[in-house]
């Protein structure tokens, strides 16, 4: 899709797209964010969108997955110590819609894991799961850490590419 088709669009799916924000949030501050980062994912990604698809159903994912990121930075954020809570703080546990949704993303992403050959996911995973720094990684495996940066951004590359070509599916 071309820029300027896309530009087009804007106008009748930016209205359905707040919709689902205040639908989600109680805040039109927060439904706003989350209407701004759908149409940015969607700018983004608009020359890889075929016309013939239904943009419609696509803006409306897209603005469903960034309504639960968007929760989920804001549960992190003001999620008060452990030692603070106590029984009458808010049950944060997902919604099954939630769950659902989790599973998925996970889904597709175990599926993008599965391109890299073993050692690059080996060394992804220490990088990106247990939080390793380079220069850990190559001491723990004992390869170079020129050798893990390069493999470790190979392998984030193919992980990108291949979320891409899911998500736009």
């Known amino acids: 899709m071309e820029k ?4 087009k669009w804007v106008f009748t799916l930016r209205p359905k797209i707040m919709k ?5 949030f109680s805040s039109t501050d927060d439904a706003e964010d989350a209407t701004q980062d759908t149409l940015i ?4 990604y608009c020359e890889h969108i075929d016309e013939d698809r239904n943009i419609e159903a696509l803006a409306i994912r897209v603005a469903k997955n960034c309504c639960v ?3 989920r930075k804001q549960q992190h954020y003001f999620l008060p110590p452990e030692s603070e809570m106590t029984e009458h703080t808010q049950d944060f ?13 996970r889904q597709i992403l175990n599926q993008a894991l599965a391109v890299l050959k073993p050692r690059e996911r080996s060394l992804f995973e220490m ?5 390793l720094e380079t220069g850990e990684i190559a001491q723990k495996t004992g390869i170079p850490k020129a050798s893990v940066q390069s493999m470790i951004s190979a392998a984030r590359k193919k992980v990108y590419q291949e979320l891409k070509k899911r998500m736009i599916r």
């Open 127 to 131: 990088r990106q799961q247990e939080g």
């Open 4 to 7: 300027e088709t896309f530009q």
């Open 69 to 71: 990121n968007l929760k």
């Open 41 to 44: 994912q969607l700018w983004c």
């Open 93 to 105: 546990s997902p919604s099954p819609q939630e769950e659902m949704e989790q599973e998925e993303e």
């Open 20 to 24: 689902i924000g205040l639908d989600y």
